[in-house]
């Protein structure tokens, strides 16, 4: 399948121009052409939108769950066949990472216990770690073909589960709960799955929030929207920036905000739009922001930012 080749409806990935996502693959889908043919409308899911700066206001506030957008054909290529297993990957190789929404190129320099890697972003010059179900080897598609070449037996017949699917809520898994009540807007709180009551709904226990007696941990039920996976550990973050955004740990829970000031310290001041409040903090007591959009965990990354 080359350039012209490429058929409405077809899964594909598109590299992002954007100088600090350059080499980024992104996975879309065609929805249309443009008249002259030079270009294609394609289809991202939300999770692009997210992290796209260049994205109009009118897109950014659609309610749609999709973004579109016409890209160059020489910016798609097709989807790289499906592993036959995961690679046993080692020291050097160059690897995909799954990342934000989308796959970016990076180099393995460690090599851990339970098939956890530590890969480096040139692009951003830091190291993150990820199983071995986030990664894949690097390919390029070269005039209709892939470069390295597939081996014998790489392809797989099977399907296997893409990496921003593989999560699921099961009794017992560590999430975390927010809420719609009035000053807890933002604010995120650990919690143990007891029961899964249904399609959407589930039976938690806080970790944190005990009952009006104070003799247990509450427990309550609640839907889908207000549920999330606890968060991945990220690099350690030597300080925070002016108007990064942060997760800042008060009150028992995880409230999401913004550095309004840098002082010595380190501390900050924090300011949490779903309150209106502003509370000095501790550089201990602060997290990088990440926000889990479409299955997927997406971090308001300085590197990722343009």
Known sequence: MVGSNFKIGDEVEVTSPIHNMRGTLFPAK???????????????????????????????HQQRNEVEE????????????????????????????FFCGGWWE??????????????????????FEFESEELRLHREWVKGSWLPPLQQGDVSTTEEPKPWMKE??????????CTDEDGFQGAWFAANIVKVMGKDKFLIRYKSIKTDDGKEFLTE??????????????????SFSLNEEVDAFYNDGWWEGVIRKVLRGPRYRVYFKGTKDELLFEHSDLRP???????????ASQALKH
């Open 168 to 177: 699921d809520f099961v009794q017992g898994t560590q999430v975390e709960i």
């Open 30 to 60: 065609i929805i249309g052409k443009s008249r002259d043919k030079t270009k294609l409308k394609v289809e991202y899911n939300k999770v692009k939108a997210k992290i796209d700066g260049n994205l109009s206001r009118r897109k950014r």
């Open 289 to 299: 922001r990440q926000d889990w959009i479409d299955r997927t965990w997406v971090m």
């Open 221 to 238: 039920e609640v839907d889908a929207q207000h549920i999330r996976p606890c968060p991945p550990e990220t690099v350690v973050v030597e």
């Open 106 to 127: 990076g180099v393995i320099t460690d090599v851990m216990k339970d098939s956890t890697f530590g890969v480096y972003f040139r692009f951003a010059k830091e190291k």
């Open 70 to 97: 016409e890209v160059d054909v020489a910016l798609i290529r097709p989807l790289p066949p499906q592993e036959s297993k995961y690679c046993c990957f080692k020291l050097g190789d160059v690897v995909d990472a």
